[in-house]
């Protein structure tokens, strides 16, 4: 389990990672057409349409990314007061009953989606570019594979929990702001608003675990 646990991290961070760079050629394609409108007077019929595929595809292709590093949404108020084990099996019965079905269902009629789209080249309908638009549609089917191929690895974490009383311990590239203030025990800083405030240096091995416990 941990083996797939290591494989499924490594491969939505890879495309997790490698679609963020969207927002780089998104980031062009906007300030050209902002330029080229504002100074030229002359707009450009595709901008909107890479913007918003662009965007999308990336907020897609990030969402097993997130869920490997566990930042989704959650009701963190409620969830960080009980044990790991008791974590674990809210989460076990939460996947088994909303994930799963859902990331099927996304799935299913992403595929009949995308497939009807490209049965007839669509191509956009907001602007007259005409920017073909039905390889996007395929990015549908992929993330929701990328999220359930996750979720698996997430069961098997929880699976992983249930059993020893620990989480196992997940790649840690990134980091809420929170989060670390919270393990370092430092969120009264948020208290001080623009003021400078210093912040106690912590060893990584004296961090505290996710149950809020030192490792």
Request: with cysteine; hydrophobic share 50%.
């Amino acid at each position: 389990m941990l083996r797939y646990i290591a494989f499924a991290d490594e491969l939505s961070a890879w495309f997790g990672k490698v679609f963020a760079w969207s927002v780089v050629v998104m980031t062009l394609g906007v300030s050209y057409e902002v330029v080229v409108r504002y100074l030229f007077s002359a707009p450009t019929a595709w901008a909107f349409d890479l913007s918003y595929m662009l965007y999308g595809t990336m907020f897609m292709m990030a969402g097993a990314y997130t869920l490997s590093r566990d930042g989704h949404v959650r009701g963190d108020f409620i969830y960080r007061l009980w044990r790991p084990r008791v974590q674990a099996a809210v989460e076990l019965v939460l996947y088994i009953i909303f994930f799963f079905p859902g990331v099927t269902a996304l799935i299913l009629a992403g595929w009949k989606y995308a497939a009807r789209s490209f049965r007839y080249l669509e191509v956009s309908s907001n602007s007259p570019a005409g920017i073909p638009i039905f390889q996007f549609k395929a990015v549908i089917v992929a993330a929701g594979i990328l999220l359930f191929v996750q979720g698996i690895a997430q069961v098997f974490r929880c699976v992983v929990c249930l059993r020893t009383g620990t989480w196992p311990r997940a790649a840690e590239d990134v980091e809420e702001t929170e989060k670390v203030l919270m393990e370092a025990k430092t969120l009264d800083v948020l208290h001080h608003g623009s003021e400078a405030v210093d912040l106690p240096f912590l060893h990584p091995d004296d961090q505290p675990d996710r149950d809020g416990e030192d490792r």
